[in-house]
């Protein structure tokens, strides 16, 4: 009998223990919801304090959910596209711009579908995925072609300059901002043609004056011939001006057009120009220190690439001190079975600097992290502009050439302005030389920018890390056919 009772009291304890214990968390949990000390709650019954918290979570819903629509309702009315994507790609949220700017026409907020059922752009999925993939905010420009379903409605789209701006998102979803920069675009097109057609009407007038003016600078007395000589020579100055302006609209509006493509050594090609140039080099004392490994031969257009190393030749030389050096290195790449797209990479990583002078970058890689995006993982979206979506034959290698001074370099505020037009950044990089005689127009880097570009590469300005002088990176490809 003891045995019996023995148990029951056990039992009892037991339970008694359990509700205790139960009832601690429930008033720890209620304490939690209600954000008071244990201590306080236990005035309160169990149901009201259950009541208190059950209240307090739905008012904190109902504040999340006002919230929410507020954003929702702020990214709808928002200037700039917006849309969101799921971990699958599924298109989940749209604002009404986006709708608008990629002609989304069969989406529906309850029933998501994959984007590229909606949205027939090869770069922003790859932006997506991008995105998702590196865990970084990624920028893309590239042209979008709407497709259009109905037939009354197809003269009525056009392509457009979409620029997007991507942010990874928790759960694997992305956010893509989108803005329409066709107008522009546009805008800048009739900017530069009003320019073209102003330049070319100089033109004719120009050159009328010069040659008066060189007529007559014999047949006055010699007193007064300075005056007819600083006249020519200005007027001759705002002639190259327009030939230049002239001649860099006409390589944005037809690149490949304009290009006379030839089998060139191009060694051989700088190597005469820094000869024509040779009195210059003189006056200064300015040596050339070559570095390159083999003959380099590329089909490029050579009049067009005497032009390139003309200019960043007299760059280099006009910003660089006396009896200093510049070093030019040109080399081949090869690329990789997988990376022969040529939208892919031109220069898929940044090697160790050495040349002949025995400079020697060890950090090199590290250092130029930023230029290598440039010309480096992807083509910039100023390169897929530059080329007018030109469809370009596959790339095989590609030749690297780099131009290196041992001046003061760039100031790097300026660095991002380098190739605009009528950009010079002459308070960045003052010198005792004669930088005056050798004074430009102020386009012959956006020449450049455009030669290079036509021709399917890219150019990067940045200062070494060891000369500390400006280093200007060309990389062109060579293609399987031309």
Same mark, same amino acid.
């Given at each position: 009998? #003891?045995?019996?009772?023995?148990?029951?009291?056990?039992?009892?304890?037991?339970?008694? #223990?359990?509700?205790?214990?139960?009832?601690?968390?429930?008033?720890?949990?209620?304490?939690?919801?209600?954000? &008071?000390?244990?201590?306080?709650?236990?005035?309160?019954?169990?149901?009201?304090?259950?009541r208190?918290?059950?209240?307090?979570?739905?008012?904190?819903?109902?504040?999340?959910?006002?919230?929410?629509?507020?954003?929702?309702?702020?990214?709808?009315?928002?200037? &700039?596209?917006?849309?969101?994507?799921?971990?699958?790609?599924?298109?989940?949220?749209?604002?009404?711009?986006?709708?608008?700017?990629?002609?989304?026409?069969?989406?529906? $907020?309850?029933?998501?579908?994959?984007?590229?059922?909606?949205?027939?752009?090869?770069?922003?999925?790859?932006?997506?995925?991008?995105?998702?993939?590196?865990?970084? $905010?990624?920028?893309?420009?590239?042209?979008?072609?709407?497709?259009?379903?109905?037939g009354?409605?197809?003269?009525? &789209?056009?392509?457009?300059?979409?620029?997007?701006?991507?942010?990874?998102?928790?759960?694997?979803?992305?956010?893509?901002?989108?803005?329409?920069?066709?107008?522009?675009?546009?805008?800048?097109?009739?900017?530069?043609? #009003?320019?073209?057609?102003?330049?070319?009407?100089?033109?004719?007038?120009?050159?009328?004056?010069?040659?008066?003016?060189e007529?007559?600078?014999?047949?006055i007395?010699?007193?007064e011939?300075?005056?007819?000589?600083?006249?020519?020579?200005?007027?001759?100055?705002?002639?190259?001006l327009?030939?230049?302006?002239?001649?860099?609209?006409?390589?944005?509006?037809?690149?490949?057009?304009?290009?006379?493509?030839?089998s060139?050594?191009?060694?051989?090609?700088?190597?005469?120009?820094?000869?024509?140039?040779?009195?210059?080099?003189?006056?200064?004392?300015?040596?050339?220190?070559?570095?390159?490994?083999? $003959?380099?031969?590329?089909?490029?257009?050579?009049?067009?690439?005497?032009?390139?190393?003309?200019?960043?030749?007299?760059?280099?030389?006009?910003?660089?001190?006396?009896?200093?050096?510049?070093c030019?290195?040109?080399?081949?790449?090869?690329?990789? $079975?997988?990376?022969?797209?040529?939208?892919?990479?031109?220069?898929?990583?940044?090697p160790?600097?050495?040349?002949?002078?025995?400079?020697?970058?060890?950090?090199?890689?590290?250092?130029?992290?930023?230029?290598?995006?440039?010309?480096?993982?992807?083509?910039?979206?100023e390169?897929?502009?530059?080329?007018?979506?030109?469809?370009?034959?596959?790339?095989?290698?590609?030749?690297?050439?780099?131009?290196?001074?041992?001046?003061? /370099?760039?100031?790097?505020?300026?660095?991002?302005?380098?190739?605009?037009?009528?950009?010079?950044?002459?308070?960045?990089?003052?010198?005792?030389?004669?930088?005056?005689?050798?004074?430009?127009? /102020?386009?012959?880097?956006?020449?450049?920018?455009?030669?290079?570009?036509?021709?399917?590469?890219?150019?990067?300005?940045?200062?070494?890390?060891?000369?500390? /002088?400006?280093?200007?990176?060309?990389?062109?490809?060579?293609?399987?056919?031309?």
């Amino acid at each position: 009998m #003891w045995q019996f009772l023995l148990g029951i009291a056990i039992a009892s304890s037991f339970f008694l #223990w359990y509700q205790y214990k139960q009832t601690q968390k429930i008033i720890q949990l209620v304490s939690d919801l209600q954000n &008071v000390d244990s201590d306080d709650i236990i005035s309160f019954s169990l149901m009201s304090r259950f009541r208190r918290a059950i209240h307090q979570s739905l008012r904190y819903q109902e504040k999340l959910a006002h919230n929410l629509k507020i954003n929702e309702e702020l990214l709808m009315a928002a200037p &700039v596209g917006y849309l969101q994507v799921d971990e699958e790609d599924r298109l989940i949220f749209c604002n009404q711009q986006a709708l608008e700017i990629l002609n989304i026409q069969r989406w529906q $907020p309850t029933r998501p579908r994959l984007i590229l059922e909606l949205v027939h752009s090869y770069e922003l999925d790859q932006l997506i995925v991008q995105t998702r993939d590196r865990q970084s $905010p990624e920028v893309k420009e590239w042209v979008f072609h709407p497709v259009c379903l109905e037939g009354s409605q197809m003269r009525e &789209v056009r392509s457009i300059l979409c620029c997007a701006s991507s942010l990874p998102l928790p759960n694997g979803q992305v956010g893509v901002f989108l803005q329409n920069q066709q107008t522009l675009r546009e805008l800048r097109q009739s900017r530069n043609q #009003w320019f073209s057609d102003l330049a070319h009407e100089l033109r004719t007038p120009l050159t009328s004056i010069h040659l008066v003016t060189e007529f007559l600078v014999d047949r006055i007395p010699a007193v007064e011939q300075r005056w007819l000589q600083q006249m020519s020579q200005q007027t001759k100055r705002l002639i190259d001006l327009v030939q230049n302006w002239l001649e860099l609209s006409q390589l944005e509006k037809d690149p490949l057009q304009t290009l006379q493509l030839q089998s060139v050594e191009i060694g051989s090609l700088a190597h005469n120009i820094w000869q024509s140039i040779s009195p210059l080099v003189q006056t200064k004392g300015i040596t050339l220190q070559v570095d390159i490994p083999e $003959p380099v031969y590329i089909k490029v257009d050579p009049t067009r690439l005497e032009q390139v190393f003309l200019n960043l030749f007299h760059n280099s030389i006009k910003h660089s001190p006396a009896n200093s050096e510049i070093c030019l290195e040109i080399k081949t790449k090869h690329l990789s $079975p997988s990376r022969t797209d040529p939208t892919l990479s031109l220069s898929p990583e940044l090697p160790e600097f050495t040349s002949s002078t025995g400079l020697t970058d060890a950090t090199s890689t590290q250092n130029l992290t930023d230029l290598t995006e440039k010309i480096g993982s992807k083509r910039s979206p100023e390169l897929l502009i530059g080329s007018r979506g030109t469809d370009y034959p596959e790339v095989t290698d590609y030749i690297e050439i780099n131009i290196i001074d041992s001046g003061q /370099g760039f100031d790097e505020t300026d660095i991002p302005y380098i190739f605009e037009r009528f950009y010079r950044g002459d308070s960045s990089r003052k010198r005792h030389s004669s930088a005056e005689e050798l004074g430009g127009s /102020g386009l012959g880097l956006a020449i450049v920018q455009q030669i290079i570009l036509a021709h399917g590469g890219a150019i990067a300005a940045r200062n070494h890390p060891l000369t500390g /002088g400006a280093w200007l990176q060309i990389t062109l490809p060579k293609f399987s056919e031309l």
